[in-house]
């Protein structure tokens, strides 16, 4: 299932350049850089909202798209809310899993850094030097206006664990985790956007001329009947994630609209 699409709602649109041209919480953790998250909404025994803004910034870091996929039911650009700051798309997401089975969450975010004084095309992404906690999967491209995967791999669950974009360019993040719940247990997968590094495994975007940074953390709790599960005990297998996104049934559709 398919909640809005990028730029479908009269949004912003972005020009191409000329040519040429995990903070380590109670449980299992991670970190990583994106753009702007919402209030998205609740579906197959998992809520999913944000928690309070994290982070200040200048008046340069904006917001131009983002996405949830949750259990392979993809969400762009939910509508804001007050909890979190829609303008620079920095705050917390959180998405609660209860029901038996697989599972998989993903954050796609897609910020600009000071673009009204140097573009949105001269920026760079970077990984922390912490390894990701288990089930963790990460990608940092250019957004699909132009050539990057990053999109598709965060529709089908695929990010790739590399850095597409190694020169300046337009940049995105997406960050993932696979995991499985026991009967009663819940999943708490919690995505920090912040202005600040956090401690353990994170994702970068920054803007090398101005300064401005926006790091994308995560934080997966399971707590059931016995407690809570230690962090890298949330084995997911190749096996359940491909009877999952198979029964979701969804399909996508993003309106690249960028022009030159």
Known sequence: MVVGGFNSRGCETKELP?????????VVEGVVDMKNSNLVRMAGGCAVFLVGAVGTSAGVIGLFEYGINKDFSISYDPPPQPSFDAATG???????????????????????LSEASNTFFNELGAVSAAAPPAGVTWEIDEPGYA???????FEAGTLDNAIGTPDPEDVSMAMGWFFELQDGQTGTLT??????PPSGFYLRHYDPESGESVYLSGALRI????????????????????????ASLWQVRRARTKST
């Open 18 to 26: 000329p040519e040429p041209m995990i903070d380590h919480w109670a």
């Open 191 to 196: 995505f920090r956007l912040t202005d600040q």
């Open 223 to 246: 707590e059931g009947l016995d407690g809570v599960i230690p962090e890298g005990s949330t084995g997911f297998a190749g096996g359940a994630l491909a009877a999952l996104a198979a």
């Open 147 to 153: 050539f990057g995967d990053i999109v598709d791999h």
């Open 90 to 112: 920095l705050g917390s997401l959180r998405i609660i899993f209860t029901e038996l089975g697989p599972h998989y969450g993903s954050l796609f975010v897609d910020h600009e």
